[in-house]
T-cell receptor
Framework: DTGVSQDPRHKITKRGQNVTFRCDPI?????LYWYRQTLGQGPEFLTY????????KSRLLSDRFSAERPKGSFSTLEIQRTEQGDSAMYLC?????????????FGPGTRLTVT | RKEVEQDPGPFNVPEGATVAFNCTYS??????FFWYRQDCRKEPKLLMS???SGNEDGRFTAQLNRASQYISLLIRDSKLSDSATYLC??????????FGQGTRLTINP
């Protein structure tokens, strides 16, 4: 399967701990996105990379959140000093040049629970 | 006001029925429009793009009214496998997708 993969699939952490999630996009896709989804809501945009450049960040992305894509391939999303409000599904998506802006391929997500 | 508004449902319809969903968006500068489908505990998947002229893909028809900032999805001859949440999605440019809350659909046998 050459789809978008995310690791871990589930993470339970205590409030105040740091967590890091990884996303591996589809290999020929140069665009990578992070979204957050809570129960009963649609995904909310967090940030977007084209190759290794982070081109847009949502104001949802507080200073406790940081995302990187150092070599333009996989990406990591780190949350420092987690809070209970960070509990959500974190989704990664990728797309390639030439596709319509909305044609994004999503990974299975990392479900974060902060206790 | 939410940027993309949808009736969350749930919609419960019998197999074979026709069902329609609507959504409105607030940003008149929005550039492109889509419907995504999300099955329970799964990731969203692109169902279809929505064009100003309207477009059809099998049993699915999508329409866009830019003047009213309104998007619709029609499903004909619904199947049990159509049960899912349908997300209305707007691209505001710079690759930023804005998702609606989603409309939950259950097709009953």
């Amino acid at each position: 399967d050459t789809g978008v993969s995310q690791d871990p699939r589930h993470k339970i952490t205590k409030r105040g701990q740091n967590v890091t999630f990884r996303c591996d996009p589809i290999s020929e896709h140069n665009r990578l996105y992070w979204y957050r989804q809570t129960l009963g809501q649609g995904p909310e945009f967090l940030t977007y990379f084209q190759n290794e450049a982070q081109l847009e960040k949502s104001r949802l992305l507080s200073d406790r959140f940081s995302a990187e894509r150092p070599k333009g391939s996989f990406s990591t999303l780190e949350i420092q000093r987690t809070e209970q409000g960070d509990s959500a599904m974190y989704l990664c998506a990728s797309s390639r040049p030439g596709l319509a802006g909305g044609e994004q391929y999503f990974g299975p997500g990392t479900r974060l629970t902060v206790t | 006001r939410k940027e993309v508004e949808q009736d969350p449902g749930p919609f419960n319809v019998p197999e074979g029925a026709t069902v329609a969903f609507n959504c409105t968006y607030s940003n008149s500068a929005s550039q492109s429009f889509f419907w995504y489908r999300q099955d329970c505990r799964k990731e969203p998947k692109l169902l279809m793009s929505v064009y100003s002229s309207g477009n059809e893909d099998g049993r699915f028809t999508a329409q866009l009214n830019r003047a009213s900032q309104y998007i619709s999805l029609l499903i004909r001859d619904s199947k049990l496998s159509d049960s899912a949440t349908y997300l209305c999605v707007v691209n505001q440019g710079a690759q930023k997708l804005v998702f609606g809350q989603g409309t939950r659909l259950t097709i009953n046998p």
